[in-house]
Each structure stands twice: as structure tokens, then as C-alpha cells.
């Protein structure tokens, strides 16, 4: 009987495993700075359109998550940090993370340009085929340079977000988007540092295995020294003001620091402390990100009350 | 004729059938939400329905 063969299939998914091919730890990111995109911006939105344009955008990258994995399954079932994901797990099929993710992406970027307008969408677009297509199915396996490139993707939400509210693309935008863009080699390749054997066992072309641990700590350094003067230049902007530029100097004197550590480091000193300043420094990271954003938004939260900008 | 024991699997399928219910439910509050906000906002809604409309026409002359 049909019923007693389902019995046998113990992978079936769960309503909780559909939600997990829609990454929801990298949703949350896209969620706050998507949002900050919108609230820092010139022009108010209703709040109804807002959080309909925010669930919009955090589906469009929710698909992008789903399409992900069904193209990485391979790669996810070798690496310790993903093999528990849906796919790998075999909970879900690949072909219906597919399904899953083409619908889910069509739904966002239409009713993200019904809800918002057509720029949105079409940047949310944009995005979804960035993420899905230029980084998963081709940079990803095919250079090192696939983190820094493949960044774009995860920098669009402020923009996004942007132009829900103004209907357009200006500096401001551009320099959050140039924020993030910047921010994710060293954040990654910090990471790659001390997750050692987890892309070289899956065949992903990261830095630290094509060119070697030296000069991925030395490209660490060279991109946070890139990224100082972007961070700190949008405090000039009109979402800038005193307490971002504060907030953007002290956190990239400190992010600075932990580059310059982590570059001065050869492998002996990392494995003799388990890799303790690049946990730190991507840890650290994280925070730089979350704070900087943080702060674009009390500025725009205070400016109602003559404190806010410049 | 007796029911057969339920199984975790069938617990499962419940547990997903009511997660797609209560998705769709949340859409549908959404999309009515919104177009009561596009409605009442007062955005621009007329469009040529074969009856004269002057507003339209000035719309369009600007």
C-alpha cells in the first residue's frame, strides 16, 4: 500500500525545512539594512507599504537562498558548515528547492513593484539573478575573486530599499551599497581563514586555497584599508551626521587594527591560539556592519528633533 | 473498519498543511491591507472607461 511505503521515507520535510532553504540568518541582514535603506531615505512611505516592501525584498532574498542550494547541494554536502541544510540532509529534493525558489522569486518581484514601484523591483530583480547566476553558478567555482564580486549581491538591499521610498538611486544609496560591496572580503576571507578545510574538501576556489593563507591576510588588510575611506565618506552625505562620523571612525580605527593583526599573523601563531584574532576580527565584522547601519539610522531618527545630520 | 495509527509522518504533513494556511492567510491580509492604503492614500485611479473624464484629459495635457 502506498501509505506503508511513505512510511519509509523518513526525509520528508517539514514546513520548519522550507523555511530553512530561505536562509533566514542571512534574511535578517538583508531585513535591517533593506530597512534602514528605506527609513534613512528623504521621502516617508506608509508604514503598510513599508513593511509589505521590506517582506517583499527579504522573500526576494529568501529565493535567491533556495535557488543557492539547489545548485550547491554538491558543495554543501561536503562542507561541515552546511551539510545539515535541507538539500545535502535530504529532506528536500533539489528540484523542489528549485520550484521553491523560481516561485517565491517571481511573487517578490512582482508584488515588490505593485507594492513599492518597477525601480525596486526591477533592482530586487537584478539581485536575485546576481546572487543565483554570476555568484552560485559561475564566479563561485570559478575564481577566488568570487566573494568579492559575488558581494554585490548581498549590497543591493539598502539600495533596494532606497528606492522604495525615492523611486530612484542617488550618492546616498550608492554608498551603502559601496559600504557592504567592501565590507564582505575581509568579513569572508576571515572566516575562510579559520574554517581551514572546508572549501579546499569542496572544491570552492577561495583565496585562502588558490593563492595561500599569506596573501589572503594581506588582501584582508589591503580591503579594509579600502573600505575606511567609503564607511567614513558617507558621514558626509545626507544620511550622514556627528554621530555616524564618530561611530564610523572608531569602528574602522578598530576594524583596522584587527586587519593589521591578522596580516602580521603567519599560520604557527594562528594554530598555536585556534585561530583567535580571526574569530575575533570576524566577529568583530559582523558587529562593524550591524553598528554602521545602526547609525545611519539614529541619525534619521533624530533629525525630527534638530540632532540628527549635519 | 479502524483508523490506523497516525505516524509522525502524517504529524509532519499537518504541520506543513498549516504552515502553508496560515501563509497564504497572512498574504491575503497583506494584499487587502495595501490596497486599502493604495485607495485611501488617493493615488491617481481613473483610467479611459468610454465616459468623458476631464480630469484625465488635464492629466494628460500637462
Known amino acids: 500500500m502506498s501509505d506503508i511505503r511513505a512510511y519509509e521515507q523518513p526525509g520528508e520535510a517539514g514546513f520548519g525545512d522550507y523555511v530553512q532553504l530561505l536562509k533566514p540568518r542571512v534574511m535578517s541582514l538583508v531585513v535591517f539594512t533593506a530597512l534602514v535603506g528605506l527609513l534613512v531615505a528623504p521621502v516617508s512611505v506608509h508604514p503598510v507599504i513599508a513593511f509589505a516592501s521590506i517582506l517583499f525584498i527579504a522573500l526576494g532574498a529568501g529565493a535567491s537562498g533556495a535557488l543557492n542550494m539547489w545548485w550547491d547541494a554538491d558543495i554543501d554536502a561536503v562542507m561541515r558548515r552546511t551539510k545539515s541544510r535541507p538539500v545535502p540532509a535530504g529532506k528536500v529534493a533539489a528540484g523542489e528547492a528549485l520550484a521553491v525558489g523560481l516561485a517565491l522569486s517571481g511573487i517578490a518581484v512582482v508584488m515588490l513593484g505593485l507594492a513599492a514601484n518597477w525601480l525596486a523591483a526591477g533592482l530586487l530583480a537584478f539581485t536575485i539573478f546576481f546572487y543565483a547566476v554570476v555568484y552560485s553558478m559561475w564566479l563561485k567555482r570559478s575564481t577566488p575573486q568570487n566573494i568579492v564580486i559575488g558581494g554585490a549581491a548581498g549590497a543591493f538591499p539598502p539600495m533596494i530599499g532606497w528606492a522604495c521610498a525615492t523611486g530612484g538611486i542617488s550618492v546616498e544609496s550608492l554608498l551603502m551599497f559601496a559600504l557592504i560591496f567592501m565590507w564582505t572580503p575581509p568579513h569572508f576571507w576571515a572566516l575562510a581563514l579559520f574554517m581551514k578545510d572546508d572549501y579546499s574538501n569542496a572544491g570552492v576556489p577561495m583565496l585562502t586555497v588558490t593563492h595561500g593563507r599569506k596573501a589572503t591576510r594581506t588582501h584582508i588588510l589591503v580591503y579594509t584599508i579600502l573600505l575606511v575611506p567609503v564607511a567614513v565618506g558617507a558621514a558626509f552625505t545626507s544620511i550622514g551626521g556627528p554621530i555616524y562620523l564618530a561611530a564610523s571612525i572608531a569602528l574602522n580605527g578598530w576594524f583596522l587594527i584587527g586587519a593589521w593583526r591578522i596580516w602580521r599573523r603567519d599560520e604557527a601563531m594562528a594554530e598555536a591560539d585556534g585561530y583567535a584574532t580571526e574569530k575575533s576580527v570576524f566577529r568583530f565584522s559582523l558587529s562593524y556592519l550591524f553598528l554602521h547601519f545602526g547609525a545611519f539610522l539614529a541619525e534619521a531618527a533624530l533629525r525630527p528633533y534638530g540632532m540628527g545630520g549635519w | ?62
Open chain 2, 1 to 62: 473498519m479502524a483508523f490506523p495509527p497516525e505516524h509522525e509522518i502524517h504529524r509532519r504533513r499537518f504541520g506543513r498543511n498549516i504552515g502553508v494556511a496560515v501563509t497564504l492567510a497572512l498574504f491575503i491580509v497583506l494584499v487587502f491591507a495595501l490596497t486599502v492604503v493604495k485607495v485611501t492614500r488617493g493615488d491617481p485611479m481613473q483610467a479611459f472607461d468610454h465616459s468623458v473624464r476631464p480630469e484625465l484629459a488635464a492629466e494628460e495635457a500637462e
